[in-house]
């Protein structure tokens, strides 16, 4: 048996076998190590956008978590900021005492960021009463005061003389700014 090709086949088959070699080499040299490296760049990727899901979710709760602080707690960051006013801070707890002074303020320097003033009073209170109703009104004052130990109480006659010394602690006003 005789195979008889005729000559438009026989170039079409070669041309055909040359297109599929062609087809295979590009498939094995091109396409299949960018396929590969395409898969680790995808699993990369939903890894990276994962990991960042969870970091704008870590954000966001952490910010919901500051709004939420700073609103409880605004009384106290503007406390920091005000500046310690010697006569508003006699006018203000002056009722808890028959008589209030206050001493001139010293600035103590600074701890921790925070500028220190040293304030030194004496007081005539009636009961002692009076004088724990003015430590629970320094917890709602315009400022931050630690009262210092000791406080001395010394009875003269009806009347009951204290002395002790605060700290009034307030924010320097640059350090939270952008330089």
Excluded: C
């Excluded at 040299?29 to 590969?36: H, N, S």
């Excluded at 490296?37 to 994962?50: D, G, T, V, W």
């Excluded at 630690?146 to 204290?162: A, H, L, Q, T, Y």
């Amino acid at each position: 048996m005789k195979i008889n090709f005729s000559r438009q086949n026989t170039y079409l088959l070669a041309v055909s076998l040359f297109l599929l070699v062609f087809v295979l080499i590009f498939s094995f040299a091109v396409l299949i190590p960018e396929g590969k490296e395409y898969r680790i760049k995808r699993a990369e990727l939903a890894k990276e956008s994962q990991e960042l899901k969870q970091l704008s979710d870590f954000a966001v709760e952490k910010e919901v978590i500051l709004q939420k602080l700073s609103s409880e707690h605004l009384h106290s960051i503007e406390a920091f900021e005000a500046e310690f006013n010697q006569e508003r801070f006699v006018k203000q707890h002056r009722a808890y005492f028959s008589s209030l002074d206050v001493s001139k303020v010293q600035p103590l320097g600074e701890e921790d960021g925070f500028s220190v003033y040293e304030v030194n009073t004496t007081s005539e209170i009636s009961s002692p009463k009076g004088f724990y109703d003015f430590l629970d009104s320094l917890n709602k004052s315009d400022w931050i005061i630690g009262v210092n130990f000791p406080i001395n109480f010394k009875r003269e006659g009806e009347m009951i003389k204290s002395s002790f010394t605060m700290r009034v602690y307030n924010n320097k006003s640059d350090s939270n700014t952008t330089k």
